[in-house]
C-alpha cells in the first residue's frame, strides 16, 4: 500500500492517572495530591477545557522511589 506507513518501534500509550487513581495508589486524600501537584512536587499535565490534571504512571513511581529514600535517610 502506497502512502500508508505503519511504524514498528512504536511505543503504546499509556494511559494517564486522575487525581483519583493517584490518591487512591498512594492511599492519601486527593486533595494531597492535588497540593503535591500544586507544588511540583508529583508532575502533572493539564488537560481539556477545563484544565483537569493527569499523571504518567511512570511519574508516579520516580515519585514513590523517591520518597522511600527520603524515609530510609529518616530512619537512620
Same mark, same amino acid.
Request: aromatic share 6%.
Given at each position: #500500500? %502506497?502512502? @500508508?506507513? @505503519? #511504524?514498528? !518501534?512504536?511505543? *503504546?500509550?499509556?494511559? #494517564? =492517572?486522575? &487525581? /483519583?487513581?493517584?490518591?487512591? =495508589? =498512594?492511599?492519601?486524600?486527593?486533595?494531597?495530591?492535588? %497540593?503535591?501537584? !500544586?507544588?511540583?512536587?508529583?508532575?502533572?499535565? +493539564?488537560?481539556? /477545557?477545563?484544565?483537569?490534571? %493527569?499523571?504518567? +504512571?511512570?511519574? &508516579?513511581?520516580?515519585?514513590? /522511589?523517591? *520518597? /522511600?529514600? @527520603? &524515609?530510609? &535517610?529518616?530512619? %537512620?
Amino acid at each position: #500500500m %502506497r502512502g @500508508i506507513r @505503519i #511504524m514498528e !518501534n512504536h511505543k *503504546e500509550i499509556d494511559p #494517564m =492517572l486522575t &487525581v /483519583s487513581d493517584v490518591a487512591r =495508589l =498512594l492511599s492519601v486524600h486527593i486533595n494531597t495530591v492535588r %497540593r503535591w501537584s !500544586n507544588q511540583e512536587i508529583l508532575k502533572a499535565y +493539564r488537560v481539556g /477545557s477545563r484544565g483537569d490534571r %493527569r499523571f504518567q +504512571r511512570e511519574d &508516579v513511581t520516580s515519585f514513590l /522511589s523517591q *520518597e /522511600s529514600k @527520603i &524515609v530510609e &535517610v529518616r530512619k %537512620r
